[in-house]
């Protein structure tokens, strides 16, 4: 599991025990074909800790959250060689219909996976990319 770390305070509020700043520790998993995000505070003067442990969008800072995820470690990036996966166009389509993407998005997202890539956070591209691969479709991730 990546971790990185969030130092914030507007995000978490003071320390519940003392008052005190917190800093946050922000980290991304998968769990089954899940993404989790693990976000943990620690006060810096009295050490009392919190963890929260969700999916996107139960957080109320989650752009925050992913956006300082990809700030410290980078956009992956999940491609799929168009020659390679011919005739399965299909399953890739009804992968990303699956997963809640509109028909243009989903359209947008084929095109985009057999060009130039889908860039995403490592864990939201790892979820992906196994989705993908149990319909059969040869992907491949890039830092
Ligand atoms: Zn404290």
Redesign the pocket.
């Given at each position: 599991m990546r971790r990185t770390v969030l130092t914030c305070g507007d995000l978490g509020g003071p320390?519940p025990?003392?008052d005190?700043a917190i800093s946050l520790h922000v980290a991304e998993t998968v769990e089954g074909d899940r993404l989790l995000w693990i976000v943990t505070s620690r006060?810096v003067?009295?050490g009392?800790v919190d963890e929260m442990r969700d999916r996107p969008g139960v957080f109320d800072f989650d752009s925050i959250v992913r956006q300082t995820l990809i700030d410290r470690v980078g956009l992956t990036r999940l491609r799929a060689d168009p020659a390679a996966n011919r005739g399965l166009r299909l399953r890739a389509l009804a992968v990303f219909r699956k997963r809640g993407a509109t028909v243009a998005e989903t359209a947008d997202a084929c095109a985009a996976l057999t060009g130039d890539g889908l860039a995403g956070t490592p864990a939201e591209m790892a979820i992906l990319a196994g989705q993908l691969a149990a319909e059969g479709i040869q992907v491949t991730l890039q830092p």
């Open positions: 320390c025990r003392c005190g006060c003067d009295c009392h």
